[in-house]
């Protein structure tokens, strides 16, 4: 862990604990990680179940608080914020790609991708125009008006991608986001998070395939029993350029 | 931003299932019996006044005590009011004319069958024109009484239509038999919408009297005062007079002298009453809808813990949760209203035409659009107040376990 000193990580977790007290056993879920994450970097955080990786992705993704320990996003220590302010950090800096997709069944493709928009009191006009340039960069610009029901795991994982960038943040955060996918429907997911990466995105991705772990992130951080066990690394592929993906992933604002 | 969530919740209310707009029933109800009442108004103060016979506006009446006061069992006239009182209030500087009313209960029979009704005293001479004029009488079909009429008598409007149950209706011509005397009916009454008068035999004073071994009591004494702007004068002497005649001291009368005023207010303490009833029942279905909207909010959030932890994730704040919630109940809260409020006005409609069909009054039936809008108002609010609990509930969900349902 001595590349990246220097220079301020995006998010450090500094000797991280998070303990679950149900009756009188301690869980512990996790007990004393500290790793720090690049911007730009695609990361892969890999365990098997009980190993304390859904655990840390809620630390990271500012849904929960340590209880030991601090985590830094962007330099701030999140670790102190309020419900209120992880809940505003979380909508403007942290993108959430789910397993189960979580869309919101009473509402459209497109209303699911203005909804994180809505949250931030951007204006409806410029919602519409940024939630249907995602659709369409996820190749979904003909079922913007289907509720989820209407659509197959692979679509709803697409939505839920635009619906990741809608508030172009920091961080995209993806837990199993193939779990519920035949292997051609993630390929095809996985495609657009490579493709998002090769932007610059930073991308951490929680899963328990240690082949799709390996094939796709730079950095692969096995997790055992709440703690750090090793990190793999893979050379950096050169980024690339494409024009109007670029743009759209970025925003206009 | 308020109107986005707004929309959120008027997106949510529209996926409700039946079960959550079964729950406004209490709301709906409660604003229904509310407007509906208030709708009806002065429909209904008509519809009562007819039923107790109150139309003039310019006679007295006098009773034994106890009687226009509904009291309780037993405060009836025990001491009813006589022939003496009758003459001593006729010779009142004060007063114009006093007539004897008499109405008693009766077998009728007729077409093989008997009934239970009423029979009333039709007086003589000038005060049968009196008392035709005060009661309004007018024939359907055949004549009034006149003084040289033995064994006749007039109906009222029901027999006419037979809803007394004798299983034939009586025209003129035919013979009724009252009290075991046979009687020749020479005329129908034409319809007062009151159960008194519609259901009435009237006859001469003399043939009442041998019907009913009344002697010389009498129920009511309708008193004309000789100038009716000083009725209440006419009213003091009444009492005096009856005071001394009676032998009773102040505060002690067995008797009571009404205005019209002071019927017109038993009529409104009765109606009160009922309002009170009503307002009473709509309170209660209304407080229950309310817990029916707290309940259906709670079951709302906890079926919904996904989805909120869902918007917790994209950057929903605790307000912004507790703002979705809230303004849904007072949406659902609203509707209720609504729907109370339309079907409100509705029943006021019909009912003061029913009303004026039944009682022959020409009340104009019109929609009273405050009472809407606050009615409107007050059920939003309610709605809101019995989302706070709940919407405070969704707000304070801790995303971590809202997401793993």
């Known amino acids: ?253 | 931003m308020l109107s986005d969530i707004f929309t959120l919740s008027m997106k949510n209310l529209k996926h409700r299932g039946l079960r959550s707009w079964l729950t406004l029933l209490g709301i709906f109800i409660g604003v229904a019996a509310v407007v509906s009442l208030i709708s009806l108004g002065n429909g209904l103060q008509t519809a009562v006044s007819s039923q107790f016979g109150i139309s003039s506006t310019e006679l007295l009446s006098v009773q034994a005590g106890g009687i226009s006061d509904f009291g309780p069992p037993g405060s009836g006239a025990v001491d009813p009011l006589t022939t003496k009182e009758l003459e001593a209030i006729e010779k009142l500087s004060s007063v114009k004319r006093a007539v004897g009313r008499d109405i008693v209960s009766a077998k009728l029979e007729y077409n093989k069958r008997a009934v239970f009704g009423y029979a009333t005293n039709i007086p003589s001479g000038d005060n049968r024109k009196f008392i035709y004029e005060q009661i309004e009488a007018k024939t359907i079909v055949g004549r009034l009484l006149k003084d040289e009429d033995v064994g006749k008598v007039i109906l009222g409007y029901n027999f006419y239509t037979d809803s007394v149950g004798l299983g034939k209706k009586v025209v003129p011509g035919n013979t009724v038999i009252i009290q075991n005397k046979s009687f020749q009916v020479v005329g129908i009454l034409e319809k007062k919408g009151s159960f008194i008068f519609d259901n009435v035999a009237y006859m001469n004073e003399d043939e009442l009297d041998s019907i009913s071994n009344y002697g010389d009591k009498i129920d009511i004494i309708a008193v004309q005062p000789v100038n009716k702007d000083e009725i209440l004068k006419t009213k003091e002497d009444i009492e005096k007079i009856l005071r001394k005649v009676r032998d009773v001291k102040v505060g002690d009368e067995n008797f009571e002298v009404s205005t019209p005023e002071s019927s017109l207010e038993s009529v409104n303490a009765i109606l009160g009453g009922v309002q009170m009833f009503i307002v009473i029942v709509a309170s209660i279905s209304i407080f229950i809808g309310a817990l029916g909207i707290v309940n259906t909010m709670t079951t709302s959030v906890l079926e919904r813990k996904k989805e909120i932890g869902i918007m917790k994730s994209i950057g929903a704040t605790n307000y912004q949760i507790f703002l979705q919630f809230f303004i849904e109940s007072s949406l659902l809260g609203l509707v209720g209203g609504f729907v109370g409020a339309a079907f409100g006005t509705l029943i006021g409609f019909i009912g003061v035409l029913g009303i004026n069909s039944f009682v022959n009054s020409d009340l104009t039936p019109s929609i009273n659009f405050a009472l809407i809008f606050f009615s409107l108002l007050g059920s939003f609010i309610i709605g809101g107040i019995a989302g706070i609990a709940p919407a405070i509930r969704a707000a304070n969900q801790n995303p971590v376990e809202a997401l793993r349902e």
């Open chain 1, 1 to 253: 862990m001595k590349k990246g000193e220097g220079k301020s990580a995006l998010i450090e977790l500094k000797d991280v604990f998070k303990y679950y007290y149900m009756g009188d056993n301690v869980v512990k879920a996790v007990d004393g990680i500290s790793l720090k994450i690049n911007e730009g970097e695609f990361v892969a955080i890999m365990g098997p179940s009980g190993s304390g990786k859904s655990t840390s992705m809620n630390l990271v993704g500012s849904l929960d608080v340590p209880t030991k320990g601090h985590i830094f996003l962007d330099g701030e220590d999140i670790s102190t914020f309020s419900e209120s302010d992880l809940s505003q950090l979380r909508g403007q800096k942290i993108g959430f790609i789910f397993q189960s997709f979580n869309l919101i069944p009473n509402l459209t493709a497109k209303e699911n991708v203005m909804l994180p928009m809505t949250f931030q009191g951007v204006p409806i006009e410029e919602r519409e125009i940024r939630a249907e340039e995602l659709l369409s960069l996820v190749e979904l610009g003909d079922r913007m008006d289907h509720y989820p029901n209407e659509l197959s795991g692979g679509q709803k994982q697409r939505v839920a991608i635009a619906r990741s960038l809608a508030n172009e943040p920091e961080v995209i955060l993806a837990d199993e986001p193939t779990g519920n996918l035949d292997t051609k429907t993630g390929d095809i997911v996985m495609h657009f998070l490579d493709r998002l990466h090769k932007q610059g995105k930073t991308i951490i991705m929680i899963t328990h395939e240690s082949e799709l772990a390996e094939r796709h992130a730079e950095i692969v951080y096995w997790l055992r029993d709440g703690k750090l066990e090793k990190i793999t690394k893979k050379k950096k592929e050169k980024k690339y350029i494409d024009g109007e993906f670029k743009k759209i992933v970025k925003g206009r604002r």
